[in-house]
């Protein structure tokens, strides 16, 4: 393996749409159904390797309540990429996903840091348990909204049905803006190299 990476990101999103649960099932912890909400903020370090490069990823998981909001801005900085989620059942997790994107770009301190959009609870409609709240047609809409107007410089935001239930795209959604970072910050001085 060749060029070594220590990379922050974050996991942003309202509270209850599941980034404690997308993270641990990212890390390969099962799947829990009882919920304890996360406290500010959670840290999570892993490693990933594609093509020839291994990154470390140093996986920030912030807090969605309002609560926490006067302390989330100090968690952002730093962060080279972040990955948006919100419910798939819930419609409101998703009309405030445009000012959760608006706060990890102004806070990360990183120019044009990539991110990609996740629908996560896709398990409780494939089961029939769930109607979705906001269609397919609907993100996209955003996306391009987003592209052609506040971020003229992103040609790429990804957007991936993910269940942190059943582990469905799970890992997907990470080397996805894993792969985004390295392709937007490749043989930069901005990136942490280590040996």
Known sequence: ???DYSLKIVLIGDFRVGKTSIRRRFLGEHFRSNYLPTVGADF???EVSFDDK??????WDLAGENRFSKV?????KGAYGSIVVFDLTNRDSFLNLANWISEFLTYSKVKNPPFIIIGNKHD????GLEEQAVSDE???EFINSLKETSLPGYKEIPYIK???KTGENVQEAFIKLS???IEHFFDKASVTKTT
């Open 1 to 3: 393996m060749t060029n």
């Open 44 to 46: 999570s370090y892993c």
């Open 54 to 59: 291994k990154l470390k990823l140093l996986i």
């Open 72 to 76: 989330i801005p100090i968690y952002y």
């Open 124 to 127: 409780l409609i494939v089961e």
């Open 138 to 140: 609907e993100v996209e």
């Open 162 to 164: 993910t269940s942190a």
């Open 179 to 181: 792969k985004l970072i």
